[in-house]
C-alpha cells in the first residue's frame, strides 16, 4: 500500500515537472521547428502535396472614408483586411503545452498569400502589421490595416447629387488557380453591416453599402478574384449651399434687373457684373469636375445654361437702349430742321407780302419768328410798330394794311404747323423697344422656368 502511494506520489510530480517544462511558446515553436533562420516555412507553399491549392479565406471591412478625389479620379479608403490559409506542416496537441492553442509569429517566419489590389496606384501608407497568428490545428492569420490609394472611375453626371461605386478587387499576384484558390468569409449584408459598426469617418459622403463578388477562374491557369464594391453617396448640402443656390440668386437678380429703366447706363453695367460672377463661379467648378468624364455634368449644363440665358438678356438691354437713344436722336433731329424750316417759311413770306414798290424789304417787316421762342407775327408786329412810331405819318397807313396781312398769315402757319405735328410721330422707336421688351420678357421668364424644372427633373431622376 505504501508502494501504490509512493508511486502515484512519484507519477505526479514528474507530470508537473514535464507540464511546467512545456508551458511556453518557445517550447511549441521548437516543437514546430519553427526560427527565422529555417526559411523552409517562409519560401514554399505550405502544402504536402502540390496538387493540392490552398484555400485563402479574405474578410474586409471598411474603417473610415478618407477621400475621393474626381479631378484625379482617386478614392482613398482606410480598411481592414484579414486573410486565413492552412498550413499543413503546424499543428500540435495544446494538453502536451499547457493548453497552448495558439501562437503569434513575426510574418517573415511563414508563407503568406501574395494578394495585391488591381486598384492600387500607390504604395501602402499604413506600416504593415509585423505578426501573424496560428492556432493548433494550422490555421493562419495576418490581419493588417491598410490606407489604398486607388483608382475609381467616376461617374458625375449628376454631380453634386451623385451616387459612386468604387471597387477593390484582390487577387494573387503571381499563382494561379492551381496554386491559390480564394473565397470571401463574409458576404455583403455582413461586410455592410460590420462597415458600418466600425465606421469612423467618411468624408463628404455617406456609405451606402458594401457588395461582395467573387469571381471564380474557369480553368487552373486563370486566377480567383474577389472584389468589394463600396457604394456612396455624396452629401450635397454643401454645393447647394455654397454653388448651386448663389447662381440662382444671380439669375433672380438678372430677372429684377428688367425692371430697371433702360434709360441710362446703369442697368448695362448692372447686368454684366452679374454675368461676371457667374463666370467666376464657372472657373471654381473647372477646378473640381474631371475632365475626362464622356458625359456633360447636369451641374455645366447648370452653369452655362443660366450663362447663356444672362447673356441673350444683356443682348436685349443693349438692343433696347439702342432704339431709345435711335428714337431720341431723331426727335432731336426734327426739332432742329422744323426749327430750320420755319425760319426759312416765314423769311419766304415775309419777303412776298412786305417787298415794296421800289423793291426794298422795310425792316420792320423781316420775320425773325422762331419756334423755339414761340413769339407769333403779330407780337412781332407790336414791336414793329414801337419802333417806327418816329417814321413819317404816312407810313403809318402801310403798316395798318398790311396788318391785314400778317394775321392770315398767322392763321396759314399756324395750321401748317398743326399738320405737320399730326403727321410726325418722334416716338416711334420708342414704342417698338417697349414691345420687344415686353415680348422678351415673357420669353425669358417661360424659358427659364422651363430650363429649371428640366435640369432639377433630371438630377432627381
Not at 503571381?174 to 461586410?191: G, K, M
Not at 424789304?361 to 412810331?389: F, H, N, R
Request: hydrophobic residues 40%.
Amino acid at each position: 500500500m505504501m508502494l501504490y502511494i509512493g508511486f502515484l506520489s512519484l507519477l505526479f510530480l514528474t507530470d508537473g515537472v514535464y507540464t511546467e517544462k512545456n508551458c511556453s511558446y518557445h517550447d511549441v515553436l521548437n516543437h514546430l521547428k519553427l526560427s527565422r533562420d529555417n526559411e523552409l516555412f517562409s519560401m514554399t507553399r505550405p502544402v504536402k502535396n502540390y496538387k493540392r491549392p490552398t484555400q485563402v479565406s479574405l474578410e474586409v471591412l471598411l474603417y473610415a472614408i478618407l477621400d475621393v478625389v474626381e479631378k484625379d479620379q482617386k478614392f482613398i479608403p482606410y480598411v481592414w483586411t484579414v486573410m486565413r490559409w492552412h498550413n499543413e506542416y503546424i499543428s500540435w496537441d495544446p494538453n502536451q503545452f499547457c493548453g497552448i492553442d495558439n501562437v503569434s509569429l513575426p510574418t517573415e517566419v511563414l508563407w503568406k498569400p501574395d494578394l495585391t489590389i488591381e486598384e492600387m496606384t500607390e504604395k501602402d501608407k499604413a506600416p504593415p502589421s509585423p505578426y501573424l497568428t496560428i492556432n493548433d490545428k494550422g490555421d493562419v492569420e495576418v490581419q493588417n490595416d491598410q490606407v489604398l490609394v486607388s483608382t475609381c472611375r467616376m461617374h458625375i453626371y449628376k454631380f453634386p447629387f451623385d451616387i459612386q461605386s468604387c471597387n477593390l478587387s484582390f487577387k494573387s499576384v503571381i499563382h494561379t488557380a492551381r496554386d491559390i484558390r480564394l473565397q470571401a468569409s463574409d458576404n455583403s449584408s455582413e461586410a455592410t453591416e460590420w462597415s458600418r459598426e466600425v465606421m469612423r469617418t467618411q468624408y463628404e459622403w455617406l456609405f451606402i453599402n458594401m457588395t461582395v463578388t467573387t469571381n471564380n477562374a474557369s480553368d487552373l491557369f486563370g486566377q480567383d478574384i474577389i472584389i468589394y464594391t463600396i457604394t456612396m453617396r455624396r452629401r450635397s448640402l454643401l454645393y447647394i449651399v455654397n454653388f448651386l443656390l448663389p447662381v440662382l440668386f444671380f439669375l433672380c437678380l438678372d430677372l429684377a434687373s428688367f425692371l430697371i429703366s433702360d434709360s441710362g447706363g446703369e442697368k448695362l453695367s448692372f447686368k454684366v457684373t452679374v454675368l461676371l460672377a457667374v463666370t467666376v463661379l464657372q472657373l471654381i467648378l473647372n477646378e473640381i469636375l474631371p475632365s475626362s468624364s464622356n458625359r456633360i455634368p447636369l451641374i455645366a449644363v447648370y452653369c452655362i445654361g443660366i450663362f447663356a440665358l444672362m447673356m441673350l438678356s444683356l443682348l436685349e438691354t443693349i438692343l433696347v437702349m439702342h432704339l431709345i437713344e435711335k428714337d431720341s436722336t431723331a426727335s432731336q433731329n426734327n426739332v432742329a430742321n422744323r426749327n430750320q424750316s420755319w425760319r426759312d417759311d416765314c423769311d419766304k413770306q415775309g419777303k412776298a407780302n412786305f417787298h415794296n414798290s421800289h423793291g426794298e424789304v422795310p425792316k420792320l417787316t423781316q420775320c425773325i419768328y422762331d419756334v423755339s421762342t414761340g413769339e407769333t407775327p403779330s407780337e412781332l408786329l407790336l414791336v414793329a410798330k414801337e419802333d417806327d412810331s418816329s417814321k413819317p405819318m404816312e407810313e403809318c397807313h402801310a403798316l395798318e394794311k398790311i396788318s391785314g396781312e400778317l394775321r392770315e398769315i398767322e392763321k396759314t402757319l399756324s395750321l401748317l404747323l398743326l399738320r405737320r405735328r399730326e403727321e410726325e410721330s418722334p416716338d416711334y422707336w420708342t414704342g417698338v423697344a417697349k414691345r420687344v421688351h415686353k415680348c422678351f420678357f415673357i420669353s425669358y421668364v417661360t424659358v427659364v422656368t422651363l430650363f429649371l424644372v428640366i435640369i432639377f427633373l433630371k438630377w432627381n431622376a
